[in-house]
């Protein structure tokens, strides 16, 4: 399963370098019947050593884990863009389960957890800048009230209280720096 490589992302505490993968039409020599299907797999950082293989389910849509983070205590956080679904790996778990589904996201991208990890940030192509409950998976969707939009956002990493967005869906691509108001409900600046 030589797959075309998305997401990486270190937890630094256990060593392991997490990696999502997927099938895609532009992957060297795929197999046409692997097209679609998505793992992560999880690498010692010591050993190099395969440790974890975490395959996206077969269920009749196509998946492709392209951004992921992870938690201090080490849950794994997977945007699924293709299938809209953020999956998350939490601590002991043998497998992925959905934190947020495709009646909440329609394209999540980045990912990164505030710094009191109440709320995981999350950047949604088609819809801006989302607030995600990360022990339910309660989402909602943060205000705009000024003028740059936050659609087309990629990456997303939080730095103290700010956000730093990649947005390359808009011309010209850019870096932004969003200020969040301490609820989480609004960028301020």
């Known amino acids: 399963m030589p797959w075309s490589a998305f997401g990486l992302a270190i937890d630094p505490a256990r060593r392991i370098l997490?990696?999502?993968?997927?099938?895609?039409?532009?992957t060297a020599e795929v197999d046409t019947t692997e097209i679609g299907r998505g793992v992560v797999i999880g690498v010692d950082l010591e050993s190099g050593q395969r440790i974890?293989?975490?395959?996206?389910?077969d269920d009749g849509r196509e998946h492709v884990p392209g951004d992921l983070s992870v938690a201090p205590d080490g849950t794994l956080?997977?945007?699924?863009?293709?299938?809209?679904?953020?999956?998350?790996?939490?601590?002991?778990?043998k497998g992925l389960e959905v934190l947020a589904g495709p009646d909440a996201l329609v394209s999540p991208q980045g990912s990164a957890l505030s710094a009191d990890g109440r709320i995981l940030w999350l950047a949604?192509?088609?819809?801006?800048?989302?607030?995600?409950?990360?022990?339910?998976g309660a989402t909602r969707r943060v205000e705009q009230p000024w003028s740059p939009t936050l659609l087309g956002i990629d990456?997303?990493?939080?730095?103290?209280?700010?956000?730093?967005?990649v947005q390359n869906g808009v011309r010209p691509a850019r870096v932004l720096r969003i200020g969040v108001d301490p609820a989480g409900r609004a960028p301020e600046r």
């Open 155 to 165: 990456a997303l990493l939080v730095d103290g209280e700010d956000l730093i967005a």
């Open 124 to 136: 949604d192509y088609a819809l801006g800048i989302l607030a995600v409950d990360p022990a339910t």
């Open 18 to 26: 997490w990696v999502g993968s997927a099938g895609i039409p532009e």
């Open 77 to 93: 956080f997977v945007s699924d863009a293709t299938a809209g679904v953020l999956w998350v790996l939490r601590p002991g778990a």
């Open 52 to 57: 974890a293989e975490l395959a996206l389910p």
